[in-house]
């Protein structure tokens, strides 16, 4: 079984609380402030690795946290950071977050931050300034982000095998490669994609078997859809046709079939360069063979090449096995280049950051009952970021909220000093000063 989905819960660390803390020193009466930095948060990362498969882990694991900071303390200490938490997934794996950014694994080594850490809370230190200088003023740290992502794994292949149930696919993979996929005398014998690999002449090639395709594979019918996006990131395909179909069916037709599907499934894919493999050719006699291949490139042009093969005799194998190994080399290596990450066609979506600047954007709504609602990212970190409860640190907010324009938007609704507010789940009276 491969596995080539999951869904996973990844969770963030959350940031240190700054501190609040006053110098003690013998001879000092007073001492200044000196409440250290809480630490950021661990964030959760994704990390290629190639001695990964499939994403078999994730049926058992879904959850992944990371550690929080350390927070603040007295004599300037600041916490220590969180740890990140490292997620390993195998080459080709695609991720999409629930903000709805993307990344593409590709790389061994390759690393990419799905949930950013908190960042740490100001200690009173911080807040010191000409006019106060006892601060009892700190913040506490942020949560880390959090959510479910997805995760999806396209197999990295050089050379994708396609074709109807029963073609005689996994045979040729059999053949060509040390791979021992499952052959029978019945169609959907393939019911998930197998990797071999055949030793080219300067590296290896990998070989992707994928389940037959049938009419209507690429809307969902038979096997062949879900697989269809493995051969996606393949530079090549070898379309398979059965010489002499047991089922009497016409190998123009069968042809055809494949095509239209591959072309249904993804513009791109249909544009992949192909070859065609003529197999069973033992179960015709060589000239029927050769009238046929002749035939089929004449139909096709210089565009595709023709092979007249079997395995159960070897015949065009080997032809077969150095037109890739001469074609893949030349075509680049499955995913490692720009150009193969490109033809997936991901959307390169920077991972959303929070900029101070995004804090001006907020909304006033008064509601019913004469209360007040306000929303945004900036007021929500703001609330977060203090304790209500302490004077200075209502008094901050407050001040805050004034230099956002948020009292003057709360004014033009008609609110009034000593009105309630809520922000971010907080119910508050606001006394602007
Ligand atoms: N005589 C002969 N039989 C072959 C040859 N290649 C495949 N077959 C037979 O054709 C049948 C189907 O072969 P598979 O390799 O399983 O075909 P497939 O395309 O992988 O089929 P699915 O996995 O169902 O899509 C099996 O009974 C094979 O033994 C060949 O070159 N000569
Ligand atoms: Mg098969």
Redo the contacts with the bound molecule.
Sequence with gaps: MLYDKARINVVAGGGGDGCMSFRREAHVPHGGPDGGDGGHGGDVALICDDSLRDLQSFKRSVHYKAKRAGHGEGALRHGADGPPMEVRVPPGTQVATWDGSTHDLVVPGQRVVVARGGSGGRGNKKFASSTIQAPRLRERGLPGEEGWIDLRLKLLADVG?V????????????RMTRAA???????????EPVLGTLEGAERQLVIA?I??LIEGASEGAGLGHDFLAHVERTRLLVH?L?LAPVDGSDPLENHATIEAELRAHDRRLAQLPRLLAL?????VAAEDAERAAGAWRERLGDEVDVFV?????GLGLQELSLELARRVPLLGRAGSDADAIALDDVPAVDHRVFRPAAGRNFSVERADDGSFRVAGDGVQRLLLRHDLDNDEALAHVENRLRRMGVISALEAQGFEPGDDVEIAGVMFELHPG
């Design positions: 095998l074709g109807l149930p029963n073609a005689g696919k996994s045979s040729l993979l059999a996929p499952k052959v029978a005398a019945y169609p959907f014998t393939t019911l078997d389940p037959g398979v059965d197999s069973k050719a033992d179960l093969t079997s395995s159960a005799t």
